[in-house]
C-alpha cells in the first residue's frame, strides 16, 4: 500500500481528512464540515469510548449495482470475513483467546455484577476496535481497570450462565484465568506490539510483542536466506530458524481455505480480467510462492475497469519492526462514480507532474504507465485494514511491479463522509493562532484534505524510481525506517504540488480560491505534528509511522526554512504557518533528500533523519496538548462499524438478491464476525 494507505489509518484522530496528516494508515487531526449530500438526519457517530470514536459507514450505492456485482460483492464480503482471525493471531499471539474470553463474558451476563461488567464492556470495545490490547497508533498496551478478583468472578458467572471457556487439555476456569492474567492486567508483560526505536542494545524484534516472530532476532537474520519475506511467520526452532509459509496447507490454512472458496465462488460473477486476479490470488494462496504473489499483483494492476475490486491478502508491513512480513486484511469496493474525476484527472496527468519531481533525474521514471485511480465506496473492510481504516490505498508495493506495470490508487470516499459527519468544528479553533486560520480550516480543510490525500496516492506513492545500482528492494535496505520514509516521501510530493497552478488548469481546484487552500493545508499540516502528540499519552517516543513522518517534516522545516514559528499565549502553545512560499521552497529540498534515501537505499541517513527529528518528544508539550483535547472531550482516533449484507435467496437456494443494511452497533457487528449474539 505503500498500499500504502493513507490514514490519515493512518488513518485518525479527531480524524478526518482536514490535512493530509493523516496519510495512509495513520489519522489526521483536522475536523471538516458536513459532507455534500449526505444525508442529514443519518446517525453517524454512534459512540465514544474512551478516547475513541465509533461512527457508521453507509454504502448508498450498493442498492443500485446490477445483481451480478452484488453476487460479486456478496462472495468477496464473505472473503474478507473469512480472513478476520488470521490478522488477530498476527498481531498478538495470545489475542483469539483473549476475544472468547471477553465475547463468552459480554454474552452471558447474568449474575455478573454491573460495574464489572461496564468495565469489561468498555475494555472489549477498545479490543475489538484495535484489534487486540495495543492501541493502534501508539502500539502500546491497554490493560482491563478493574481486579483480576472481579473479572474472575465475573467469569465465573459467566460459566453459571453457559459461557464456554478457552480451556487448554486438563485446566480449570481458575488455572486458565491466573495463566491469563497478565494478558489483561500487566501492562510491563508484552508492553509494545510493535518497537521500531527500543533503545541501546535492545533488538526490535525481541522487544516487539507480535506474532510475526518466535524467539527470533535481528541477529539471527544476518545470513538467513528468506524465501517468503511477506507471508510468513519465522520462528527459531532447535536453534535453527522456520518459515511458516501463510498457504492453504501451511499456516493459517483453514481460513485461507475458506478465502480461497469465496474467492473463487466469485470468479463467474467477475469480468474477465478480474476473473483472472481472482484466480491468481487463489494461486498464490495455495502456494505461497513469490512467483505467484507477483503474477497477482501484475493481474489486479492490470484490471483497471471493473466496477467492483476487492484488496485481500498479506500486504502492509507496518505492524512489522523490520518492514517486512505482511498483514492480512480484506476489503471489498464499488466505484463510486461521482467522486472519480479528480483523482482520475490526477492519473492521467501523472507523468506531467514525474517530469517536474524536485529529484535527480535518475529517479524520474521516463514513461509513467499503468496508474488507475477511483473514488471507491467500501462495503467491507476488515482485518490490518477495519474496523480503524485507511481513507487512501496505493497499491502493489513491489516497486518493480509499480515501476514496470503501474499501480492502482484508490480513495474511500464513504469513509472520508463518516469521518466528516461524525466529527465537531471545535477541535481545530482550540489549536489555530489565529481567527482567520480557523476560519479558513473551517472552509477549506476537507476539500484540501480529500485534495491532497489523492495526490498522496496518486502522484506520491506512485511516483519515482530506484536506483539502478540497488540490487535489492528499498524495503530490504531500509528495514524498519522504510514505511516512514515511504509515507514522508507521498506527503511531501503532494504538499509540494499543492500551490501548482497545474491544478487550476487541470480543474482539481478553483484558481481564485488556490492561495487560500495552500494556506488551509499548510497550516493545518503544521498543526497537526502538535496536536498528534494527544495519541501518545505515555513515554516519549512515537512508534506509528505515518505519525513520525509527519512530525519529521515539520520539524525539519522548523530547523531548515523560515516557514513555521513556535508561538505561546495564555500558556499555550502554537505551531503558526507563517510564509508557505519557504514552506513550499523547504518540502522540495526534504523531498529531494527523502527520494535519494529511497532510490540509494541509505538506511543510515533514513534513520539519522527520523531519529533527529520524528521520533522523540517533549512529554512536558505532550501534557499540555492532551490536557487541552481532553478539555474539549475530542476522541484521539475513530474506528468504524460496516454495512452487513444479507443474501436474499429463491427456493432452489440460489441468491436472487444482496440487500444492505447499517447495524449502528459496534458490539453487535463484532459478536456477530464472532459467531455470537448480542444479548438481549
Same mark, same amino acid.
Given at each position: ?10 488513518? #485518525? ?5 482536514? *490535512? %493530509? ?76 483467546? %483473549?476475544?472468547? /474470553? ?16 461496564? &468495565? ?50 486438563? !485446566? ?91 474467492? @473463487?465462488?466469485?470468479?463467474? +460473477?467477475?469480468? !474477465? ?36 475490486? *476487492? ?23 464499488? #466505484? ?17 507532474? &514525474? ?66 459527519? $461524525? ?13 482567520? @486560520? ?24 506512485? $511516483?519515482?524510481?530506484?536506483?539502478? $545500482?540497488?540490487? *535489492? ?6 528495514? &524498519?525506517? +522504510?514505511?516512514?520514509? !515511504? ?12 500551490? =501548482? ?14 492561495? !487560500? ?20 499519552? &505515555? ?7 505515518? %505519525? ?5 517534516? #515539520? ?23 507563517? =510564509?508557505?512560499?519557504? +514552506? ?9 533528500? /527523502? ?22 518528544? =517533549?512529554?512536558?508539550?505532550?501534557? @499540555?496538548?492532551?490536557?487541552? #483535547? ?51
Amino acid at each position: 500500500m505503500m498500499m500504502t494507505k493513507t490514514l490519515w489509518r493512518g488513518v #485518525v484522530a479527531v480524524v478526518v481528512m482536514a *490535512t %493530509m496528516a493523516a496519510s495512509c494508515r495513520g489519522g489526521g487531526d483536522e475536523t471538516a464540515p458536513a459532507a455534500v449530500g449526505a444525508q442529514a438526519d443519518r446517525k453517524y457517530l454512534l459512540e465514544r469510548v474512551g478516547d475513541a470514536a465509533v461512527a457508521q459507514i453507509y454504502a448508498d450505492g450498493f442498492a443500485a449495482l446490477p445483481l451480478d456485482q452484488k453476487q460479486l460483492v456478496w462472495h468477496l464480503y464473505q472473503a474478507a470475513l473469512a480472513g478476520r482471525d488470521i490478522y488477530y493471531d498476527q498481531r498478538y499471539a495470545h489475542n483469539l483467546e %483473549m476475544r472468547d /474470553v471477553l465475547e463468552e463474558i459480554i454474552t452471558h451476563p447474568s449474575g455478573v455484577d454491573p460495574a464489572t461488567l461496564a &468495565e469489561i464492556e468498555r475494555y472489549t470495545k477498545l479490543f475489538w476496535l484495535n484489534t487486540g490490547p495495543y492501541n493502534n497508533l501508539t502500539a502500546r498496551k491497554f490493560v482491563l481497570e478493574t481486579t483480576p478478583e472481579a473479572f474472575a468472578a465475573a467469569a465465573a458467572a459467566a460459566a453459571s450462565a453457559g459461557a464456554t471457556f478457552p480451556l487448554q487439555d486438563g !485446566e480449570t476456569l481458575d488455572a486458565m484465568l491466573a495463566r491469563m492474567r497478565p494478558y489483561f492486567f500487566d501492562l510491563e508483560f508484552d508492553p509494545i506490539v510493535t518497537s521500531k526505536t527500543p533503545g541501546a542494545d535492545r533488538d526490535i524484534l525481541a522487544v516487539s510483542a507480535n506474532n510475526l516472530y518466535v524467539g527470533v532476532t535481528m541477529k539471527d537474520l544476518a545470513s538467513f536466506p528468506e524465501r517468503h519475506p511477506l507471508n510468513s511467520r519465522l520462528v527459531k526452532r532447535d536453534g535453527r530458524l522456520v518459515e511458516e509459509v501463510y498457504r492453504i496447507d501451511g499456516k493459517y490454512g483453514a481460513q485461507i481455505a475458506k478465502i480461497v472458496e469465496h474467492l @473463487e465462488a466469485a470468479v463467474p +460473477f467477475a469480468s !474477465e480480467p478480474m476473473a483472472k486476479a481472482l484466480q491468481a490470488l487463489a494461486q498464490y494462496y495455495r502456494t505461497g510462492e513469490t512467483a505467484d504473489r507477483e503474477a497477482y499483483d501484475i493481474a489486479w494492476v492490470q484490471d483497471r475497469n471493473s466496477p467492483v475490486d *476487492t484488496i485481500n491478502g498479506f500486504i502492509e508491513v507496518y505492524m512489522d519492526a523490520r518492514g517486512q512480513k505482511g498483514s492480512w486484511e480484506g476489503l471489498v469496493y464499488y #466505484v463510486n462514480p461521482e467522486k472519480t474525476e479528480g483523482i482520475r484527472t490526477l492519473a492521467a496527468n501523472a507523468q506531467w507532474f &514525474e517530469d517536474r519531481m524536485p529529484w535527480d533525474a535518475r529517479y524520474r521514471k521516463a514513461g509513467v504507465t499503468g496508474i488507475t485511480a477511483n473514488a471507491i465506496d467500501v462495503v467491507v473492510e476488515t482485518g490490518d485494514s477495519g474496523p480503524i481504516t485507511p481513507v487512501g490505498i496505493n497499491l502493489p508495493n513491489d516497486q518493480r511491479i509499480r515501476e514496470e506495470h503501474g499501480s492502482k490508487s484508490v480513495s474511500l470516499a464513504n469513509v472520508n463522509e463518516a469521518y466528516d459527519r $461524525s466529527t465537531s468544528a471545535e477541535f481545530r479553533k482550540e489549536f489555530a493562532w489565529s481567527a482567520e @486560520e480557523a476560519e479558513r480550516s473551517e472552509k477549506w480543510s476537507s476539500f484540501a484534505g480529500e485534495l491532497t490525500t489523492n495526490m498522496h496516492e496518486v502522484i506520491g506513492h506512485a $511516483s519515482g524510481k530506484v536506483s539502478e $545500482s540497488l540490487t *535489492t528492494t528499498p524495503q530490504a535496505m531500509l528495514k &524498519e525506517q +522504510f514505511s516512514a520514509i !515511504e509515507e514522508a516521501r507521498a506527503d511531501l510530493v503532494a504538499l509540494y504540488f499543492l500551490p =501548482d497552478p497545474k491544478l487550476a488548469e487541470l480543474g482539481l481546484v478553483p484558481a481564485a480560491e488556490q492561495h !487560500e487552500i495552500v494556506l488551509a493545508e499548510y497550516e493545518g499540516y503544521t498543526r497537526n505534528a502538535l496536536v498528534q502528540l494527544r495519541r501518545v499519552r &505515555e513515554g516519549s517516543q512515537i512508534e506509528e509511522d505515518h %505519525m513520525r513522518n509527519r512530525q519529521m517534516i #515539520v520539524r525539519w522545516l522548523m530547523d531548515n526554512t523560515k516557514a513555521i514559528e513556535v508561538r505561546e499565549r495564555d500558556g499555550k502553545t502554537y505551531y503558526a504557518m507563517t =510564509d508557505w512560499q519557504a +514552506f513550499q521552497a523547504g518540502v522540495g529540498r526534504l523531498l529531494a533528500e /527523502v527520494q535519494l534515501i529511497k532510490a540509494e537505499g541509505n538506511y543510515d541517513a533514513a534513520r539519522a533523519l527520523f531519529e533527529l527529528y520524528g521520533v522523540h518528544f =517533549d512529554p512536558a508539550l505532550r501534557d @499540555e496538548i492532551v490536557a487541552r #483535547v481532553d478539555r474539549l472531550n475530542m476522541p484521539s482516533y475513530t474506528g468504524f462499524v460496516m454495512p452487513r449484507l444479507t443474501p436474499v435467496r429463491n427456493a432452489d437456494g440460489a441468491i436472487t438478491d444482496v440487500t444492505i443494511s447499517y447495524p449502528q452497533d459496534l458490539t453487535e457487528q463484532m459478536l456477530e464476525y464472532s459467531g455470537r449474539r448480542k444479548p438481549m
